[in-house]
């Protein structure tokens, strides 16, 4: 079945330590997003990537980095600068110039 | 600045009423509006609106965009229990550097039995 997958589905990290998020789809999407959301906040763009080997900042990228080495991978590094990290992290991806993003079932993190 | 503006931010009814979500915006180069669902993790998909007018319909919901006073609503009729979510607007604005959609923060819906 082709879709989005993320793992791990629940992540708890202790403060000062950098932890990296899974995001792994075989839609053959170009384009590839990864979002936070906080209760009361909606969607926020962390990072956002439309090929491999390139990727750009969303509104919030301060504190986290990312990679895209293959179309597929698009993992995401919540580092220790991150101030307040304790979210529900979605990735998404789209076809290059479309705008219906598919969304996998995201990522709670939480912060101890 | 881009920005999305849902209303309200939560809604209560029950079984069987009608309820009509709004989202206004405000971006540049708009190119489209999206509605997504979403019930405990990944939003799932519903519309995309590119033209004013024209109302997008799936079974008891239904959308219609007006570019001119930009806004749109997202229409349920019969509402059931699994209709409980938060609904997500969101708009494709071409160009800048904030990647490709703009949300808003999201209608909380609970429909009581």
């Known amino acids: 079945d082709g879709g989005i997958t993320q793992s791990p589905k629940y992540l708890f990290r202790k403060e000062g330590q950098n932890v990296t998020l899974s995001c792994e789809q075989n839609?053959?999407?170009?384009?590839m997003y990864w979002y936070r959301q906080d209760p009361g906040q909606g969607l926020r763009l962390i990072y956002y990537?439309?090929?491999?080997?390139?990727?750009q900042k969303g509104d919030i990228a301060e504190g986290y980095s990312v990679s895209r080495e293959k179309k597929e991978s698009f993992p995401l590094t919540v580092t220790s600068a991150q101030k307040n990290p304790t979210a529900f992290y979605l990735c998404?991806?789209?076809?290059?110039?479309?705008?219906?993003?598919?969304f996998g079932p995201g990522t709670r993190l939480t912060v101890l | 600045e881009d920005k999305v503006v849902q209303s309200p931010l939560s809604l209560v009814v029950h079984e069987g009423d009608t309820v009509t979500l709004n989202c206004s915006y405000e971006?540049?180069?708009?190119?489209?509006l999206l509605w997504y669902k979403q019930e405990k993790k990944a939003p799932t998909f519903l519309f995309m609106l590119?033209?004013?007018?024209i109302e997008k319909k799936s079974g008891r919901l239904s959308s219609i965009l007006d570019k001119k006073e930009l806004f749109s609503i997202l229409n349920i009729t019969a509402t059931q229990t699994g209709d409980s979510a938060v609904y997500l607007c969101?708009?494709?604005?071409?160009?800048?550097?904030?990647?490709?959609?703009?949300f808003g923060k999201g209608t909380k819906l609970s429909v009581k039995p």
């Open positions: 590119t033209s004013s007018g």
């Open positions: 969101a708009v494709e604005s071409l160009g800048g550097s904030q990647g490709n959609l703009i």
């Open positions: 990537s439309q090929i491999v080997n390139d990727f």
């Open positions: 971006v540049t180069n708009f190119r489209s």
């Open positions: 998404a991806s789209s076809h290059r110039g479309l705008n219906e993003q598919f």
């Open positions: 839609l053959n999407h170009d384009a």
